[in-house]
């Protein structure tokens, strides 16, 4: 089993419509991260989170909000989807590199995508 | 805004050639930087690492990091065409302390 789950994979849906997507992990990192692809423009963070009580906005949070249900559980939630939502969302975790002092932060792990189409 | 710029692709190489991706970034305070690959329609997975100035190797990849001219590299040696990926170059730390900056991403193509 993946160590960072994401649900649904695929999803099409039409304008208006609230959408959730969800992200288990069993690595047991306190942070974690959703970002959405589209090509041509990389990877995009839209909501981060470094524990339970903590909620962050990324680059392109407007549209989108978020839920950290539990250590292991981060929710994104599309209010009223709309077509120029449709990406390939990602989930990912990360912890702080151990061993090395200073602000660094450590690699992130991907879950392996939700795709989500607005009509 | 922290600007990670990848060099335009696509890059396409001849198999057991040198493929060379360069990165630059906008964060002086920049401490962490990562190589992802990403195969279409898949998750980006990590391939290189590094934190400090200079060159780091792990088997056909070297990273490489000039923090005062700001940029990184990586360099595939004896390109195989399961290399055929887009290449992510991503920066963290510094004022961006638990975040990644992702570029647009590279994409190379290693022909037979």
């Known amino acids: 089993d993946a160590d960072v789950t994401q649900t649904p994979r695929n999803r099409i849906t039409k304008t208006g419509k609230r959408i959730m997507l969800e992200c288990s992990q069993t690595?047991?990192?306190?942070?974690m991260y959703w970002y959405r692809q589209d090509p041509g423009l990389g990877l995009r963070l839209i909501y981060y989170?470094?524990?339970?009580?903590?909620?962050n906005k990324g680059e392109i949070s407007d549209g989108y909000s978020v839920s950290r249900q539990a250590q292991a559980k981060f929710s994104l939630s599309l209010e009223s989807a709309i077509p120029n939502q449709t990406a390939l969302y990602f989930c990912?975790?990360?912890?702080?590199?151990?061993?090395?002092?200073?602000?660094?932060?450590?690699?992130?792990?991907f879950g392996e995508g939700s795709r989500l189409t607005v009509l | 805004q922290k600007e990670v710029e990848q060099n335009s692709g696509p890059l396409s190489v001849p198999e057991g050639a040198i493929a060379s991706l360069n990165c630059t970034y906008s964060?002086?305070?920049?401490?962490?930087f990562f190589w992802y690959r990403q195969y279409s329609g898949k998750s980006p997975e990590l391939i290189m690492s590094?934190?400090?100035?200079g060159d780091k190797e792990d088997g056909r990849f070297t990273a490489q990091l000039n923090k005062a001219s700001q940029y990184v590299s990586l360099l595939i040696r004896d390109s195989q065409p399961s290399d055929s990926a887009t290449y992510l170059c991503?920066?963290?730390?510094?004022?961006?302390?638990?975040?990644?900056?992702f570029g647009r991403g590279t994409q190379l193509t290693v022909w037979p």
């Open positions: 990912a975790t990360s912890d702080p590199p151990r061993g090395l002092a200073g602000p660094n932060t450590g690699e992130l792990f």
């Open positions: 690595k047991g990192h306190d942070r």
């Open positions: 989170s470094f524990d339970v009580k903590d909620i």
């Open positions: 964060d002086r305070g920049s401490q962490s």
């Open positions: 590094i934190y400090s100035n």
């Open positions: 991503a920066q963290g730390g510094g004022s961006t302390l638990g975040r990644l900056y």
